[in-house]
Each structure stands twice: as C-alpha cells, then as structure tokens.
C-alpha cells in the first residue's frame, strides 16, 4: 500500500491569471472569489485537497504586482510569507498573452525557493488553438531561470481539462506525512471571511476600473435567529467600505438598484456556504483614503506582521 503524501503548495503569477479559478477547480468547490478586476485576492487563502492517498494545503496569494499603497506593499509581503516553506510551488501562465517583465520577476522569486517542486501551470488553455499552445510552452520553458520546471501543464479551470491530472501531480509530488485537516474539510478559511468575499465579489461585478482596489468589506453583525424552523436562520448585516462618494455612488446605483443586486447575488454564495438562510442587510460607507490607513489595515488582519 503506497504511504500517505501531504503538504503545502502555493499558487502564484502576476494578477488575474486564474490563480482563484483554478483552486477552485482543485478544491471542488468555490473558496476564492474570482473576478476579471486584477489583485481581487487579498488573503492567503487556503483551500484543502484530499486524494485518495494524499492531502494538498492549496495556499492562493494575492497577484505580484507593484504596489503604490500600504496595502500593495503589505499584501507582497504575504507572498513572500507564502513561499516560504512550501513544498511546491505552482506559477499561473495565461496562455492567451504573452511573458514579459512581470513573469521573469516572478520567477526569480521562484528561483530562491530551491526545496520546492516547481510548476508552470498554463491557465486558460482552452482560448488558443493547439499550435499557439504548443509555441507558448515552448516559450514557457526558457522562463525558468537558474531552475528547471519540474512540470509543465497546460490547463483549462472552466472547462476542467487537465485538473484531474494536475491534482494527480501534486499528491505524487509532496513528502511523505499526515492529513493536517479532517476529511471533507475545503478550507479553513474563518466563515465571516468567506461572507465577506462573497459580498465583495458580487460588488466588483461590472463596477468600473477604479473602484476594485477601493472596495472593502466588513461584517457588523452576524447572529442566529432564537426560532426553530426545518433550517438556521441567520441576520447578516455588513458594511462596504469604499474610499470617496463618488465610488459610494456607483454602488448605490439608480435608488439603489446596484446595491440590491450586489445583495442578491450575494445572498445565494452566502446560503450556500452556510446551509441556511439569511438576512442580509448592506450598507455603504465612505472610508477615506482606507488603503493607506495603517489601522485600518490592522483592524482588516494587514498589519506589519505579514
């Protein structure tokens, strides 16, 4: 009978690559919000895999990109925190565009590493024909600087091509050891930090450009309700922090027609989550300048310490 493999793997590449689509996808269930605005992940998320003779601690970091606040800078501090110690290291490629600076920069950092497993991951592979993927691998190969990959997959999170595979090649490729979590555990993400990105998720779909980056979101109160009925009942009420009125407006929309939508949509990732139904109650306030708050950004779990 073959031993029992576990371990840690982080998952990086510059913003929006599909890093949260594809732990998605390896978990098999949804614990990363995803969206097309770049840096929508903020946490180090991590997402539990379990094979039938290994366990997979899935540890998604924000993109690496140049920061211009407090919170640009904290939240690379967390992806040098989320490579350090892992026994592999997964790098998304988004196979419909090209490799510049961003990714030779990346894997440098990836170079430094030299304990872990290191794989090119190449998302988004169902968008280019077959003949533009295969130029793009090959291309892919000379990103490896002073290392060598020790794989190359081409994947598809939407379509799931390749992601049986790809989990199959984690589990192979960690140390031998212990679960670290009991089966059937996805994440160990706290709930209210899964509302949370819940309700930013649905607040950055079809928002403008510079309203992403401003977007925050915090819970003020979260309680079961005292009656007995076939499922819980919970009263959810949370606050979205933007940074100017002028942002607070879009999300409010017509009479508040942006913001009940953002409600709805919410509500349904929320009950899901929970096995319950709830009232959701939102509400939008005007944090200025929050991104460049020290703490504020403490109070959020951004403090120096990361």
């Known amino acids: 009978m073959s031993q029992h493999r576990s371990g840690f793997v982080t998952i990086v590449g510059r913003p929006n690559v599909g890093k ?85 920069f990346i894997s440098a950092e990836i170079a430094k590493h030299s304990r872990a497993k290191k794989f090119a991951v190449v998302t988004k592979s169902d968008l280019i024909s077959k003949e533009k993927l295969a130029l793009r691998l090959a291309g892919i190969m000379s990103l490896a600087q002073g290392f060598a990959w020790d794989e190359v997959i081409p994947v598809s999170a939407m379509a799931h091509n390749q992601i049986d595979l790809l989990n199959e090649l984690i589990g192979k490729n960690l140390p031998i050891g212990p679960a670290y979590y009991p089966a059937g555990t996805r994440s160990d993400q706290g709930i209210e930090l899964l509302i949370c990105e819940f309700i930013r998720e649905a607040a950055l779909q079809d928002v403008r450009e510079e309203l992403p980056h401003s977007i925050m979101v915090t819970i003020d109160e979260f309680a079961e309700r005292e009656e007995k009925g076939s499922r819980p009942f919970f009263d959810l009420h949370a606050t979205i922090h933007v940074e100017r009125d002028s942002q607070r407006a879009i999300l409010l929309g017509h009479q508040g027609s942006r913001l009940k939508e953002i409600g709805i949509r919410a509500r349904a990732d929320i009950e899901r989550a929970l096995s319950a139904k709830i009232f959701l109650g939102l509400h939008i306030k005007v944090s200025k300048d929050w991104q460049q708050d020290p703490s504020f950004l403490e109070r959020l779990g951004f403090g120096d310490n990361h």
């Open 20 to 104: 949260s689509t594809l732990i998605n996808a390896l978990v098999g269930s949804k614990i990363a919000i995803t969206s097309h605005h770049p840096n929508t992940t903020r946490s180090a998320i991590r997402g539990v895999v379990h094979g039938p003779d290994f366990q997979a601690v899935l540890v998604d970091t924000p993109g690496v990109h140049k920061p211009k606040t407090l919170l640009g800078h904290r939240l690379n501090a967390l992806v040098d925190q989320s490579l350090d110690s892992v026994d592999i290291v997964i790098m998304c490629i988004p196979a419909d565009e090209s490799s510049g600076a961003g990714d030779l």
